[in-house]
């Protein structure tokens, strides 16, 4: 590696003899191998050739592993961990040296492109400083030597001065008060100097290097911080949090899921500056029971709620039948039917949580703050994600938000019916969910009843009091009966999100006015005009094929209609 600078004779003469001269001696040679060891800026080539030559001339016939736990026992201690790793991993034909050498490079490699920044925070300042050179002046009539002597305790570096200070418990002066020094006569003083310091610094000899180390960091450690900002913990300022975002407050509400907010002193109206897509619902995918599925993440929510229909769909094991009765927020009763273990997966992470099941919620599942604080979840809602973190604050697993899907709700038949061969029938159906107002769905029929020929329309239908009437035609050349509550399709919409953003109350102060929680109400734009659907037939006919669109007219009022189209009729 380093043949580039061997320009002149000699030091390439010495070189060679270095490379190729063989040592007689076994004894030296396996010292020679035993304590060699990496320097701080030697290559990994060089360090490789340096033990391949020692491992031949000590024993031509050393085997390959032999010689790798050799390469690996000499190596600097920041690669040796990751070298051993990899080597582990591969097969037993596989671990040569000529392998270990590819590794220990690309190792070296990827330490040297991922240098850590170095931290722009302020370096660690300690509250105590050297109390000899800040307390006391050196002495008119001190001896020359004896000045000599405080000089070099004057010049003790921080480290020792801490150290120095654990030792001598009688000097509590701080630095960021003035000293109170009572006046001493000049001899007394001299006298006491010069023999505390000549105490201290023969303590400080005796005090090894790594120990001093250690007892600083480990007051630097044992140091107690106040309650941080942002997520409540001691082990850290909150400007050094890991939480803490560049463009102002951490969360929503200003706080960790789970903080207290009457800890922080923030002024309210720095919370007003909420943009209309974090007043959406938190929707996430999760896999529920092995079967991936959407879920909502709320934190207003005590309680995680599932779906009967989903659960249904999904494999589940022993259902607990129990009886509950919850309240949604606005005051509407949710039926709970008992209750289930569910595995809900993110990333790959799996987590348990025992979760309610209701009968009558729009959302196939809620995940409240029973699952939110047993997992240890953070809500990231600048960033658009969630994190599940382990005990130690570690992130473990993080999905981002999606985009609200559109609620699907089943039609159902109100009353059985009978159709005769070959007609038409305009049906009264419903929705076995309530919808609190009137508005405009998309209807889309189920295939099963295409395979039977009784045919649907897609369409646009208003629903008013969770009702609505559809036409259906039998295709048939004998009569159809349908019972009471066939499912006949689904419907589709997206709701008017009522959605709120309570901000906290924060504690009556002489700086801080007094407040009270302000909600922001975010309405979507619905610009859909209602639309119906007439009766396409009028009388009774035979239908040999039909296909059914719904298209929309391109006029001023921009009303929908549904069209029959492809249709081929016979005469009554």
Not at 167 to 193: E, Y
Not at 540 to 547: C, E, G, I, L, P
Request: aromatic fraction near 8%.
């Amino acid at each position: 590696d380093d043949n580039m600078s061997l320009t002149q004779w000699e030091q390439l003469k010495f070189a060679l003899l270095e490379r190729f001269t063989r040592c007689d001696s076994s004894s030296k040679l396996f010292e020679q191998l035993k304590e060699r060891k990496q320097k701080t800026d030697e290559t990994i080539t060089s360090y490789y050739d340096a033990i391949i030559k020692l491992c031949h001339e000590y024993d031509p016939s050393m085997s390959q592993k032999m010689i790798i736990s050799w390469l690996e026992n000499g190596i600097k201690d920041s690669l040796k961990i990751p070298i051993k790793r990899q080597m582990k991993a591969l097969s037993d034909s596989a671990r040569t040296t000529q392998a270990f050498l590819k590794i220990a490079k690309d190792e070296q490699e990827l330490q040297e492109e991922n240098v850590p920044e170095r931290k722009t925070t302020a370096p660690y300042i300690p509250y105590f400083s050297n109390t000899v050179s800040t307390t006391l002046k050196t002495p008119e009539n001190i001896h020359p030597s004896e000045s000599q002597h405080l000089h070099q305790t004057q010049t003790t570096n921080t480290r020792e001065a801490n150290n120095l200070y654990q030792q001598q418990k009688h000097f509590n002066v701080q630095q960021r008060s003035p000293p109170r020094i009572r006046h001493i006569p000049s001899q007394h003083r001299s006298f006491n100097l010069q023999s505390q310091s000549s105490t201290s610094l023969r303590n400080i000899q005796h005090i090894p290097t790594e120990h001093a180390a250690s007892n600083n960091s480990s007051t630097m450690n044992m140091r107690q911080y106040g309650p941080c900002s942002i997520c409540q913990r001691n082990n850290h300022r909150t400007i050094d949090c890991y939480y803490k975002k560049p463009f102002g407050c951490f969360l929503l509400a200003g706080t960790r899921d789970g903080g207290h907010s009457s800890k922080l002193k923030q002024h309210p109206s720095t919370n007003y500056n909420i943009t209309s897509k974090f007043s959406s619902p938190i929707f996430i995918n999760v896999q529920v029971n092995g079967k991936r599925q959407h879920a909502i993440i709320d934190t207003g929510s005590a309680v995680t709620i599932i779906n009967q229909q989903l659960l249904k769909n999904i494999h589940h094991k022993k259902f607990m039948y129990k009886h509950k009765s919850h309240k949604s927020a606005n005051s509407t009763s949710i039926n709970i039917i008992g209750e289930i273990q569910l595995e809900i997966k993110i990333q790959g992470h799996t987590t348990l949580i025992l979760a309610d099941v209701a009968t009558n919620i729009i959302s196939d599942l809620l995940l409240g703050n029973d699952w939110i604080a047993e997992n240890n979840v953070i809500v990231d809602s600048p960033q658009r994600h969630i994190f599940l973190t382990d005990k130690y604050y570690q992130i473990i697993a993080t999905t981002p938000f999606i985009k609200p899907p559109d609620i699907h709700l089943p039609i159902l038949l109100i009353d059985e019916i009978t159709l005769p061969p070959y007609s038409e029938k305009l049906i009264n159906v419903k929705t076995a969910s309530p919808i609190k107002n009137t508005i405009d769905v998309l209807f889309e029929p189920t295939h099963n009843l295409y395979s039977k020929q009784i045919l649907l329309a897609n369409a646009i239908l208003k629903m008013e009091n969770n009702t609505s009437h559809i036409m259906i035609i039998n295709a048939n050349d004998r009569q159809r009966t349908l019972s009471k509550n066939t499912k006949l399709g689904h419907i589709s919409y997206q709701t008017e999100l009522n959605n709120y953003c309570i901000l906290p109350v924060l504690s009556e102060d002489d700086n801080y006015q007094s407040t009270y929680s302000k909600s922001f109400n975010y309405k979507r734009n619905n610009t859909r005009k209602s639309g119906s659907c007439d009766p396409l037939f009028r009388e009774k006919r035979k239908v040999r094929f039909t296909d059914f669109t719904c298209g929309k007219e391109h006029d001023e009022a921009q009303q929908h209609r549904c069209c029959l189209s492809r249709t081929i009729s016979i005469p009554k």
